[in-house]
């Protein structure tokens, strides 16, 4: 295995000279032309950069260009402080496309990033240096056992780097495997320490690694490999900086493997085997990162959706409301014309015949509602009790002879012996009533009588509270206001006829949404539709969004019929008159109600 080609201590010096020298003189490959250096200059330069953020060092230099001279992937050079780092990782990518500087641009390139971040786990954690007159034989075990240690090592400091070091396990290993510089037992040994170690300190999972981990077992025995499993383990447990530590697991490796060694048969084609079984480690972990990512990908794109489908949502209310308040703002006109849904004046349609002086009964009504509505609304006043060791307050007896006791014990006294009681008055909540009356040709029978339950309610509610608030709007396709969201009562009664066709029950309930803020809490909020719902399927439906959004904002929905032969408008309370003059005291009732839920 050339594992140890990962940390180099070189004797001789970087330069040009040199640098072409070590290519003729160690049989390594011929060194590629390098084309565009002062581009892979500056990407080494970023590089440098972002290995101050991954090592925690600042002394140290990076290098990059096409070929290295250790002939690794990539290598750390303590000695020299520095890190080389093979450009041809980067491919496809040109050096002008590549910006380690940014983050978020290692996403482009995994593979070469996940390199670099075990080099930077070298940086950070291979420390320790070999003493004097060390075994080379060892020190090549410890080097090797040094592979897993130092990712575990950067896992703990650095967790979300495990994708990138999962993506670096087949450029590192897998040359290494090919063209291995061990042989025999020695050579599987290897690959258990790098693969199965690297499953140990969390990189690699144990269902990817079970094709190594069978092998393994197969050609080491199993008693060798737990041995083996036992030395990495402690390994991974070593200090940084403990060389001795290091090497003692490292010569416990040796002997391990020369005393099992005469004892087991080597394959003829181990390499061969070896390979394939790392190859099927690596495409399993190629899988679960693909799956992996897809699965993020999917949950980014839910994540976007409901985003988007959240701000067209919020775009949506935003629009509502501007289409509520132009509607609030049409319908209740000073000049009291009937509107098309669009807002511009109705040239036919309206509904009202006139006004009228209202009647004894109905002042007593009115009246006899304004007693209940304050009824409902009055709050009992809070009471908050405090104690406290100095007056003021009520002196409490009991713990001022506690305090007193305390005082003669030595101890600190803790006994409060004065109350305070503070009352507070609670404020009685506003009314806010809706009334939509629907004025096509079926609903004749509840003119009158719904016309004087809006005056009723209008004047109770001017009599309780000066913030109440009432309003009333007659609908068929058009809007008409018949009484309008003001503090004054209104004097007289306004009278109007059925005799329109079709309905806009949705506009309606946006007018008095708006104008009564009947989807604001801290009132009693109360919506009246009556109506027998004879709807087509479009009106039906914005109705009952409406309404919908009403409930949910905690304002009662209240819907009078006058025939058994009307509909249901789901979200609603149904309540039927076989009556219509009952209207004017369903419609009390249902405010009182609503006033006294209010808290």
Request: proline content about 7%.
């Amino acid at each position: 295995m050339s594992a140890h080609h990962h940390v180099q201590s070189p004797a001789t010096t970087r330069d040009d000279d040199a640098d072409l020298a070590r290519w003729d003189d160690d049989g390594a490959p011929p060194a590629q032309p390098r084309t565009s250096p002062h581009l892979w200059l500056r990407v080494g330069a970023e590089l440098g950069d972002r290995l101050v953020d991954l090592s925690g060092r600042q002394d140290l230099l990076v290098t990059c260009r096409p070929g290295t001279l250790s002939g690794a992937p990539a290598a750390f050079f303590p000695a020299l402080g520095e890190v080389e780092f093979d450009a041809g990782l980067f491919a496809p990518l040109k050096p002008h496309e590549i910006h380690p500087r940014i983050v978020g641009d290692e996403e482009r390139y995994p593979a070469a990033w996940g390199v670099f971040v075990h080099e930077a786990a070298h940086a950070a954690h291979s420390v320790w240096t070999k003493p004097a007159g060390a075994n080379p034989r060892v020190v090549e075990a410890a080097l090797l056992l040094e592979e897993s240690r130092v990712e575990g090592a950067h896992l703990i400091t650095r967790p979300t780097d495990r994708t990138y070091l999962r993506t670096s396990a087949r450029t590192l290993v897998m040359p290494d495997i090919a063209h291995p510089t061990l042989q025999g037992i020695e050579h599987a040994a290897a690959v258990a320490a790098l693969v199965l170690g690297r499953r140990d300190v969390g990189i690699l999972d144990a269902g990817e690694t079970r094709a190594v981990a069978e092998l393994c077992e197969k050609v080491l025995g199993a008693n060798l490999l737990a041995t083996l499993t036992r030395i990495w383990t402690a390994a991974h447990q070593c200090a940084d900086h403990d060389a001795t530590t290091m090497l003692a697991h490292a010569q416990k490796w040796c002997d391990a493997l020369d005393t099992a060694t005469p004892a087991l048969p080597v394959p003829k084609n181990l390499t061969d085997l070896l390979s394939g079984a790392v190859e099927v480690v690596m495409d399993s972990t190629a899988a679960t990162d693909a799956a992996d990512l897809a699965a993020q990908a999917a949950a980014a794109n839910a994540m976007a959706a409901q985003s988007q489908a959240q701000a067209q949502d919020r775009a949506q209310r935003a629009g509502q409301r501007r289409k509520a308040a132009a509607t609030a703002k049409s319908v209740f006109n000073a000049r009291g014309t009937t509107v098309t849904p669009d807002g511009t004046p109705a040239p036919y349609g309206n509904p009202v015949t006139g006004t009228r002086r209202p009647t004894a009964a109905e002042q007593s009504a009115a009246a006899r509602l304004s007693r209940a509505l304050r009824a409902a609304a009055y709050r009992e006043r809070t009471e908050e009790r405090t104690t406290s060791p100095t007056p003021p307050g009520r002196l409490n007896m009991r713990a001022a002879l506690a305090r007193d006791a305390q005082r003669a014990a030595g101890s600190v006294p803790t006994a409060e012996p004065f109350t305070h009681t503070r009352r507070r008055n609670s404020p009685t909540p506003p009314l806010r009533v809706g009334i939509a009356v629907d004025v096509s040709g079926s609903m004749r029978a509840a003119c009158a009588p719904v016309a004087s339950a809006a005056w009723i309610v209008a004047r109770a509610a001017a009599l309780t509270d000066p913030d109440s608030l009432t309003a009333t709007i007659a609908y068929d396709m058009h809007l008409t206001a018949l009484t309008r969201p003001t503090h004054r009562a209104p004097e007289r009664v306004t009278t109007f006829d059925a005799n329109g066709g079709h309905h806009n029950l949705g506009d309606a309930i946006d007018a008095l949404d708006h104008g009564l803020e009947l989807s604001r809490p801290g009132a009693g909020r109360l919506l009246v539709i009556v109506t027998d719902a004879r709807y087509g399927s479009d009106e039906t439906a914005q109705a009952i969004t409406r309404v919908k959004q009403l409930t949910t904002a905690g304002c009662a929905v209240l819907q009078l019929t006058l025939t058994a032969k009307s509909h249901h408008l789901p979200g609603t309370t149904l309540l039927h008159l076989p009556q219509p003059s009952s209207a004017p005291v369903a419609i009390a009732t249902a405010a009182t109600d609503a006033i006294r839920r209010t808290r």
